[in-house]
């Protein structure tokens, strides 16, 4: 199981042995802008959209979002797309791209893949290289280094957050999203480890601060400037991908073209898109994405909030449309997917009698340590009439969903079971 990195002894022991490992291996470091061969050229060239021109490009579409969204399998909100449940029946494990959720701060940018570069700076780097004088990386230096694939969801921190208003009667700020802003996906990319031990990765480095090439983002009227947030160096050694495939293709612009970060089991926006520079430091890092946003508000938590945010907690959906009419005097096979952050889901349960009674589900098919599991329960209603199903599942931590969270006002990680209504008729 994953150490709590929010726990300084657990910190202190990761980075001890990851430093162990590293120091087997010998550091290697980067020579700026060092292409690997023009093999790698057609590559980046085929992967770049053919509108893009610039790094900084904003989206030439109808909104902020690049790829359609029809209603069938979205519901938008604004400068976001949820996927609906009922979209991914049938659709296996991974979600493919064309329902894959959206969660976009402003709009999403166009960038040219053979312009582009990765740029690492900062006083955690070996001679402290300046914001303007960076160690750069360019696309085909990333696709000549070593891959790794992994299997990972992906979830919005406000994931279920329409649920703190619809089931606990508590009002929250942000995007009312219901289940739908998590997807599983099957990344392709370079571990981050790597880049940064290419880089000249110091002992003394303590935080990275990935940014994207996003616009800035604008609160309130006060410019935030472009997503950015801290990062531990123990998770950034740890197991985080610098990725750019998904499901076995390039990244699409909505997802982070070229290079999006994918940082297992933690809350989205650590998973940072259109991946523009890395600042890495001897000191603890700051943005408003660590501070102001993502941490726990509320009049039960401290006036500045509680830490920041890392790991996902447990959920369960059903994919079934919200409301759902199914028909009387017949058989049901009602199915759905469990996840959590701290790992593997050990079993789910679904009650369709409002929780009165709990059944095992049964699932099926591969469950990866960082993805979801599926699972199915056969019902046949005993009556027409208005139904709630439950369902709710334990990971192998033990932690379980509860039946209410606590409140917090910004309706961050709402796991609480979802109570899915239904009518027979």
């Given at each position: 199981m994953e150490p709590d990195l929010t726990d300084e002894a657990a910190y202190e022991q990761v980075r001890a042995e990851q430093w162990q490992r590293m120091s087997r291996r010998g550091m290697l470091r980067a020579t700026a802008g060092a292409g690997l061969g023009a093999a790698f050229m057609g590559a980046a060239s085929a992967a770049a959209p053919a509108t893009a021109s610039t790094t900084t490009t904003a989206a030439a579409a109808d909104g902020p979002i690049v790829k359609p969204l029809p209603p069938e399998l979205f519901i938008t909100h604004g400068t976001n797309a949820e996927?609906?449940?009922?979209?991914?029946?049938?659709?296996?494990?991974?979600?493919?791209?064309?329902?894959?959720?959206?969660?976009?701060?402003?709009?999403?940018?166009?960038?040219?893949?053979?312009?582009?570069?990765?740029?690492?700076?900062?006083?955690?780097?070996?001679?402290?290289?300046?914001?303007?004088?960076?160690?750069?990386?360019?696309?085909?230096?990333?696709?000549?280094?070593?891959?790794?694939?992994?299997t990972a969801f992906i979830e919005c921190t406000g994931n279920g957050r329409g649920f703190f208003t619809s089931q606990q009667g508590q009002q929250v700020s942000g995007t009312p999203w219901k289940l739908g802003a998590v997807g599983v996906a099957r990344w392709r990319g370079v571990p981050l480890s790597t880049v940064l031990e290419r880089a000249g990765l110091t002992r003394r480095a303590v935080d990275i601060l990935p940014r994207g090439l996003d616009p800035e983002y604008i609160d309130k009227g006060e410019?935030?400037?472009?997503?950015?947030?801290?990062?531990?160096?123990?998770?950034?050694?740890?197991?985080?991908?610098?990725?750019?495939?998904?499901?076995?293709?390039?990244?699409?612009?909505?997802?982070?073209?070229?290079?999006?970060?994918?940082?297992?089991?933690?809350?989205?926006?650590?998973?940072?898109?259109?991946?523009?520079?890395?600042?890495?430091?001897?000191?603890?890092?700051?943005?408003?994405?660590?501070?102001?946003?993502?941490r726990f508000f509320g009049p039960d938590h401290p006036a500045e909030g509680s830490a920041p945010l890392t790991r996902m907690n447990v959920k369960s959906a059903f994919e079934l449309p919200w409301d759902a009419t199914l028909a009387a005097g017949r058989r049901h096979v009602l199915t759905g997917r469990s996840w959590s952050g701290n790992g593997r889901i050990r079993t789910v349960e679904v009650s369709t009698d409002g929780g009165a009674t709990w059944h095992r589900a049964r699932t099926h098919g591969p469950h990866p340590s960082r993805a979801w599991v599926r699972w199915e329960h056969t019902w046949r209603p005993p009556a027409t009439g208005r139904y709630e199903l439950l369902a709710r599942a334990v990971d192998e931590t033990g932690a379980r969903q509860p039946a209410t969270v606590p409140h917090n006002t910004l309706g961050y990680l709402f796991g609480a079971v979802v109570r899915h209504p239904v009518t027979v008729t």
């Open positions: 996927t609906r449940w009922e979209a991914l029946k049938g659709a296996g494990l991974h979600t493919p791209v064309d329902r894959f959720f959206v969660r976009n701060h402003v709009s999403t940018p166009l960038i040219d893949a053979r312009t582009w570069r990765l740029k690492l700076w900062g006083s955690g780097l070996r001679g402290s290289p300046a914001e303007d004088a960076p160690v750069e990386f360019s696309y085909e230096d990333l696709l000549g280094l070593r891959a790794e694939t992994i410019n935030l400037g472009r997503v950015r947030r801290p990062l531990p160096v123990a998770k950034a050694l740890k197991d985080v991908l610098l990725a750019y495939e998904m499901n076995g293709e390039p990244l699409a612009p909505d997802h982070g073209f070229p290079v999006r970060l994918v940082v297992p089991s933690w809350v989205g926006i650590a998973s940072v898109k259109w991946l523009g520079d890395i600042q890495v430091s001897d000191q603890p890092l700051f943005s408003p994405w660590n501070t102001r946003f993502y």
